[in-house]
């Protein structure tokens, strides 16, 4: 990262520039000091950063700037693939607006009340961020219009697809209005985003972030060769050791987070399961055990638990079997 640049470098407003200080930010990441140039400028822009790199804020910031306060209709859409990242960058929004006057936006996904969600669309906002189902729930019953949109984000693109969203994310940007601008953060380029920003976007700048500008100093990352059969042990091992007071665990797939959930409980360590088959109330009641200390370790896999946001973790473990 360029040392020299500073937020109020980037052709944003004052408001957002005082609001980013008050956040702790004083200087954009790399991924932000690239994005937020071209979307101020409305170009397409495909974003190659994975998370932990300050993607929110590279398309939050410019989203805020360019929609008109004056105009209380939905002017963003930004598409996310879980409940809780949806709500995490709601949130960074509403702290990146604090300064403009009467930004409102709003989150909407599954799993919470519908005539909730359409309240708050009808009394007027700017900002749409949700998940994919969702959004098409709102647009098939009227209460989300599309016909002033200007800008689409897709965050975590990659995810969505696999996922399966992807015709819900088609039916969207096709319902899209032909004059728009059309975002993609993913941490891959694989051939299925190609595919969609090659059929929805028109000459997007690239942006890769590369994976040495990722890691955070502060965390210490360590890895152990070990036989397929000895790697539950030596977690299990290393979790009595270190008596982590919460630790997350990650798995390629929703049976083992189910099989690792259940033998950490035959060694006696309190853990919970996170994927996708649970239902918004299931991942609501794991969740609310894991923040409350009533279980020590979370196990998930990496889309499931996009978006969590939780105090006090202290090791990560990364468990793959082949």
């Known amino acids: 990262m360029d040392q020299t640049i500073k937020f109020s470098d980037l052709g944003i407003s004052n408001e957002i520039v005082r609001a980013v200080e008050e956040m702790g930010y004083t200087q954009p990441s790399p991924i932000q000091s690239q994005a937020i140039p071209f979307l101020l400028q409305g170009r397409d822009v495909i974003g190659q950063a994975q998370t932990g790199t300050g993607k929110t804020a590279a398309f939050a910031i410019p989203i805020i700037d360019l929609v008109d306060a004056d105009f209380n209709r939905p002017q963003a859409i930004i598409l996310c693939p879980t409940r809780e990242l949806a709500v995490q960058v709601e949130g960074e929004i509403q702290k990146l607006a604090k300064y403009h006057r009467a930004i409102n936006s709003v989150a909407i996904y599954g799993g919470e009340s519908i005539d909730r969600q359409i309240r708050v669309l009808k009394k007027g906002v700017q900002i749409v961020v949700g998940t994919p189902g969702r959004v098409q729930d709102h647009m098939s019953r009227g209460t989300l219009k599309l016909d002033n949109v200007?800008?689409?984000?897709?965050?975590?693109?990659?995810?969505?697809?696999?996922?399966?969203?992807?015709?819900?994310?088609?039916?969207?940007?096709?319902?899209?209005?032909?004059?728009?601008?059309?975002?993609?953060?993913?941490?891959?380029?694989?051939?299925?985003?190609?595919?969609?920003?090659r059929k929805y976007q028109s000459n997007p700048e690239i942006l890769k972030i590369a994976k040495n500008e990722l890691t955070v100093s502060n965390i210490e990352q360590v890895y152990y060769e070990v036989k397929p059969s000895l790697k539950m042990e030596l977690m299990t091992r290393l979790m009595n050791v270190n008596q982590y007071a919460l630790s997350v665990v990650f798995c390629n797939t929703k049976r083992m987070t189910d099989e690792v959930t259940e033998q950490l409980g035959a060694r006696g360590i309190l853990a919970e399961a996170l994927h996708g088959d649970l239902s918004q109330a299931q991942r609501d009641k794991v969740m609310g055990k894991f923040r409350k200390g009533l279980c020590s370790v979370l196990v998930a896999t990496d889309v499931a638990a996009r978006g969590i946001d939780v105090d006090n973790v202290e090791a990560v473990f990364n468990l793959t079997f082949h």
Not at 155 to 162: F, P
Not at 175 to 182: K, S
């Open 150 to 197: 200007g800008i689409i984000v897709l965050d975590e693109a990659d995810e969505m697809l696999d996922m399966g969203f992807r015709d819900d994310i088609e039916a969207i940007l096709q319902e899209m209005p032909e004059e728009r601008q059309t975002v993609f953060f993913s941490a891959t380029m694989a051939k299925p985003i190609m595919d969609l920003t």
